[in-house]
């Protein structure tokens, strides 16, 4: 299924599109991934510079099934952050997940093209975010029981897999 892709600064995220991100958030890292204890709500989604990748499902839903959320460089860190990235898990498997890695991508690219990329991956996705450019810094950690690794991008690194 083909998703529609935009990319908004959060004061152009509508209700609607707030809601269904952070319910998706919530179905995936909360309920899927048993992890009942996850702060999601943390201040960032609506604050400084921070942008939202929305995957939207056709008409006549439209609803969001896939997001990530993208942050500048100073907002949690010297890098810019890419983070809470989710696919529906109906929508898991055709391509989304690099389609949605490459639309917060290119946010960073441009809107700051000197910037490194910083995310923390579920260790397990070590090797797909590799696709993206981004490789393994320090050690790997948990977070809410699930093994991670923080991944850095270096700026002006290729688009990623098609």
């Known amino acids: 299924m083909t998703l529609t892709w935009t990319s908004l600064h959060h004061s152009d995220v509508d209700g609607r599109a707030m809601h269904d991100l952070l319910r998706l958030r919530h179905q995936v890292f909360v309920v899927e991934q048993e992890c009942p204890d996850y702060v999601d709500i943390d201040g960032l989604d609506v604050t400084g510079e921070t942008h939202h990748v929305l995957g939207l499902a056709p008409e006549p839903d439209g609803r969001v099934v896939a997001t990530a959320r993208v942050l500048?460089?100073?907002?949690?860190?010297?890098?810019?952050?890419?983070?809470?990235?989710?696919?529906?898990?109906?929508?898991?498997?055709?391509g989304s997940g690099h389609a949605l890695m490459r639309e917060a991508l290119a946010v960073c690219t441009r809107e700051w093209p000197d910037a490194e990329v910083l995310l923390s991956a579920q260790a397990h996705l070590a090797d797909y975010y590799g696709r993206h450019g981004f490789a393994p810094v320090g050690e790997t950690y948990l977070e809410d029981d699930i093994p991670h690794v923080d991944m850095v991008r270096p700026a002006g690194a290729g688009a990623g897999p098609a």
């Open 72 to 94: 500048a460089p100073g907002t949690a860190g010297p890098r810019a952050r890419i983070g809470r990235v989710v696919i529906d898990p109906d929508h898991r498997g055709g």
